[in-house]
């Protein structure tokens, strides 16, 4: 999946330490001292539209697909993790401000970024007193503790991150989760420790320098034992965030309305602005678009941008043009290419299939230069702290590809007239569609056959692609997908995707199933190198690596066309999820 980005990661700062210690404030950059910008073209993403702290209104957001969950401990796409901010608080978060600002982190629950003790091991929080749940019960730091411990049951919550399973300090028998035998694991972690009701202390198997962006993921949200459900609590997360839920009709809508125990002056990177949000699933993404410009819609949820035909209407018309945003976000359009598939499992099969796409069709596919991106060459965005450039299949300089170097390798990979393999893509995504038509019109150039199965984004990771077994049942060879960094280093960017280690049997993110011992030793070292120079020094050299094995096609650096209805307030790109800030929105009465 899943994370956004935008403006240049230089602008923030290369060393990951500086930036959060240059982040320990609290308040946020959407605040009443922010001038709002007036309409106009890519204004959302360097100033904030229609800046207005005025309550009331419906805030309404249309889905083309269902959600993944609303559980936020398990989701893991960059428009779910943006959405939660609004009924879930977790211990950091990113400050709500457009451009590179966007980008640093701010405590949310907790008061501060951890403290970091005992040679890197040891990590602690102080969370802030007296932050309600939606019930008016104060949270404490067991419930933060609790969270953390449901995701180690991946058999519930199999669709988002696992960093705690492999970052925290083992214990013997493996830490199940507080589910199988509930008396003796509830609160049975031992790696996270409470010493009071408003400290929390997590004690790490080794050095890892980039704790504090893990906290900032939506699982250390408070959740109370005695509320929770199992994979049921999807249905009424207890809030700990502006907003909790009203009602939740699954793959239908979801309504929201204000908590009325949330104190503004806890967390000032969200806002509680609308007098009700609603979000509606399974919408035709056309028809989100057409509502969107007839100002009968707030946003569109998936944070994707508007598609083809709404594209050349709003760079067409100058009164559209000014309610747009066109922000680089670091988010690469790619293709995994299975090395589990035959014939895929030859490196030089896959080098074909490099060879052979056609990198101008795949831009196309996603919007051209404008609303699409540029083409890419690496596994990496050029945003990413530590990327370098290269373009090792000539992508740049031939991007109709390159058929006669795509038949040598077929003829080295023992498939002189090429093989027969499966495109899989998000059928509820119309780029998604015409990229996967887009490669199979290009790889069809070299003889290699392919047949096209769409499958729902609600479910594409989590019962099809993202499925090893049903991958290769299927012959699932090349998988069109995109991602974000969990956060902006190399470590954010490829653990998921690459490192042997995150390949699961359900959920799984690593769709190449990659397992390359230099690889995987390379993301080990990141993730024990405190030195900041050289710790992003390695994410070229991983970026490099994995294009040598030829496990991820590159397409596009992603860019988006977003739209903003002329009646919204509080606009703005938020770089950490590239696309506008939920939960800073508001509507004109």
């Known amino acids: 999946m899943k994370r956004n980005r935008g403006i240049a990661l230089a602008a923030v700062g290369a060393v990951a330490a500086l930036v959060l210690a240059a982040c320990g404030g609290s308040s946020g950059g959407n605040n009443n001292n922010n001038k709002g910008s007036n309409a106009a073209f890519n204004a959302g993403t360097t100033g904030v539209v229609n800046a207005s702290n005025a309550k009331g209104g419906t805030l309404s957001f249309d889905n083309s697909s269902a959600v993944e969950s609303t559980d936020p401990g398990n989701i893991y796409y960059a428009y779910e993790w943006n959405f939660v901010q609004l009924y879930s608080t977790p211990l950091m978060t990113y400050k709500a401000c457009p451009g590179a600002c966007g980008l640093k982190l701010a405590p949310a629950l907790a008061t501060s970024p951890g403290i970091v003790s005992d040679n890197g091991l040891t990590w602690t929080y102080h969370i802030k007193p007296n932050v309600k749940f939606e019930d008016g019960t104060t949270i404490t730091s067991q419930d933060v503790k609790y969270a953390v411990e449901r995701t180690f049951d991946r058999g519930k919550f199999p669709l988002g991150p696992a960093y705690f399973t492999f970052l925290l300090a083992p214990q013997k028998p493996a830490y ?38 893990v906290v900032a993921i939506p699982q250390t949200a408070p959740v109370p034992p005695n ?71 707030s946003v569109d949820a998936a944070g994707t941008g508007v598609q083809a035909a709404a594209r050349a209407k709003i760079l067409s018309t100058p009164s559209l043009k000014a309610q747009a945003d066109n922000p680089l976000i670091p988010r690469l359009w790619f ?134 077994k049903y991958a290769h049942a299927h012959d ?82 992603a860019k988006n066309l977003l739209y903003r209805p002329p009646n919204m307030t509080n606009v703005f790109v938020q770089q950490a999820y590239g696309m506008y800030d939920y939960a800073t929105l508001g509507v004109k009465g």
């Not at 790696?191 to 408003?198: E, S």
């Not at 104190?263 to 919408?283: E, F, G, R, Y």
């Not at 997908?481 to 995150?502: E, K, L, S, T």
Request: hydrophobic content about 40%; overall charge neutral.
């Open 227 to 297: 509320k929770d459900t199992g994979a049921n609590y999807q249905l009424h997360p207890v809030s700990s965030g502006p907003y909790m839920f009203q009602s939740y009709q699954i793959n239908k809508q979801l309504t929201l309305v204000p908590n009325p125990h949330w104190d503004p002056a806890t967390n000032p990177q969200v806002k509680q602005l609308p007098s009700k949000i609603t979000m509606t699933m399974n919408v035709n993404a056309n028809d989100i678009d057409n509502r969107l410009m007839a100002g009968d819609l």
């Open 176 to 213: 199940p989760g507080p589910y199988t035998d509930r008396s003796k694991n509830l609160m049975g972690l031992n790696a996270v420790t409470t010493p009071d009701a408003t400290t929390i202390v997590f004690h790490l198997a080794k050095p890892f320098a980039d704790f504090n962006y």
């Open 335 to 468: 293709a995994a290419i299975s090395t589990q598939v035959p014939p895929l499992t030859n490196v030089h099969c896959r080098m074909a299939v490099e060879y052979a796409a056609s990198k101008v069709d795949y831009q196309t596919a996603y919007g051209g230069p404008v609303a699409g991106g540029a083409i890419a060459t690496t596994a990496s965005p050029p945003v990413l702290i530590g990327h370098k450039n290269f373009d090792l299949y000539e992508a740049a300089t031939k991007p109709n590809g390159d058929l006669t170097k795509a038949k040598q390798e077929l003829a080295a990979c023992h498939q002189p007239n090429g093989f027969t393999t499966g495109i899989s893509y998000r059928s509820d995504r119309p780029k998604e569609v015409s990229a996967a038509q887009a490669l199979q019109a290009s790889l069809a150039r070299v003889g290699i056959k392919t047949s096209l199965h769409g499958y729902p984004t609600a479910t594409y990771t989590a019962n099809f692609a993202g499925v090893p």
């Open 476 to 557: 699932l060879g090349i998988i069109v997908y995109g991602w974000a960094p969990d956060w902006p280093d190399g470590f954010g960017q490829f653990y998921y995707i690459v490192d042997g280690a995150a390949i699961s049997p359900a959920g799984n993110t690593n769709l190449a199933e990659l397992n390359d011992p230099v690889v995987n030793n390379l993301l080990t070292k990141f993730g024990n190198t405190t030195d900041d120079a050289a710790r992003n020094a390695l994410t070229s050299q991983i970026d490099m690596q994995v294009m040598k094995d030829a496990a991820i096609l590159p397409g596009v650096y």
